[in-house]
Antibody, heavy 119, light 107 residues
Framework: QVNLQESGPGIVKPSQPLSVTCSVTGYSITTSYYYWNWIRKFPGNKLEWMGYISYDGSIYYNPSLKSRISITRDTSKNQFFLQLNTVTTEDTAVYYC???????????WGPGTMVTVSS | DIQMTQTPSSMPASLGERVTISCRASQGISNYLNWYQQKPDGTIKPLIYYTSNLQSGVPSRFSGSGSGTDYSLTISSLEPEDFAMYYCQQYDSSPWTFGGGTKLELK
């Protein structure tokens, strides 16, 4: 069974970077042809797809975040990471990691981690 | 970006009732449309992919349909565990975008 688990800082100060880790068990993040994504849910329920890192390490970001976002991975630990720079209060959200399968839907999600941007 | 408009944003309904949630795209999305359910504890799971294909393990009371810009999710007879948030999501073009959500509430 594929399991994803996010871990994050809980609270981040404005202008600082936000970093969240997704630990994956039960499936290798290097297995073809799966994509490992970050999605966030804002207060008020809007969902935003942020970007992915693929099984072969290629990366694709939502253009709205392209200047601030970085997604990386550690294949030895079967983890992937989100870094969002220069955060504001508008980045307060629940951050989810999710797997995109070869039918192009998000088939497994983590439970999410709440990150609040506040001074 | 393709805008996804879901209606209604909230829906009071009764056990056993048949309900339909609508999702309209700002341009044609060629059936590249998925549906997800979010439970009150925050967990999210897929229900329907590519407009009408049922995810493994999802009860057959869920169904999806549509074409062009207009899509819908139907629950034929509401069970207690169906009271949750529902989202549509398009993958016709990047960035992939979600509808604003529909909260299904017990009447």
């Amino acid at each position: 069974q594929v399991n994803l688990q996010e871990s994050g800082p809980g609270i981040v100060k404005p202008s600082q970077p936000l970093s969240v880790t997704c630990s994956v068990t039960g499936y290798s993040i290097t297995t073809s042809y799966y994509y490992w994504n970050w999605i966030r849910k804002f207060p008020g329920n809007k969902l935003e797809w942020m970007g992915y890192i693929s099984y072969d390490g290629s990366i694709y970001y939502n253009p709205s975040l392209k200047s601030r976002i970085s997604i990386t991975r550690d294949t030895s630990k079967n983890q992937f990471f989100l870094q969002l720079n220069t955060v504001t209060t508008e980045d307060t959200a629940v951050y989810y990691c999710a797997r995109l399968n070869n039918y192009w839907y998000f088939d497994f999600w983590g439970p999410g981690t709440m990150v609040t941007v506040s001074s | 970006d393709i805008q996804m408009t879901q209606t209604p944003s909230s829906m009071p309904a009764s056990l056993g009732e048949r309900v339909t949630i609508s999702c309209r795209a700002s341009q044609g999305i060629s059936n590249y449309l998925n549906w997800y359910q979010q439970k009150p504890d925050g967990t999210i799971k897929p229900l329907i992919y590519y407009t009408s294909n049922l995810q493994s393990g999802v009860p057959s009371r869920f169904s999806g349909s549509g074409s062009g810009t207009d899509y819908s999710l139907t629950i034929s007879s509401l069970e207690p565990e169906d009271f949750a948030m529902y989202y549509c999501q398009q993958y016709d073009s990047s960035p992939w975008t979600f509808g604003g959500g529909t909260k299904l509430e017990l009447k």
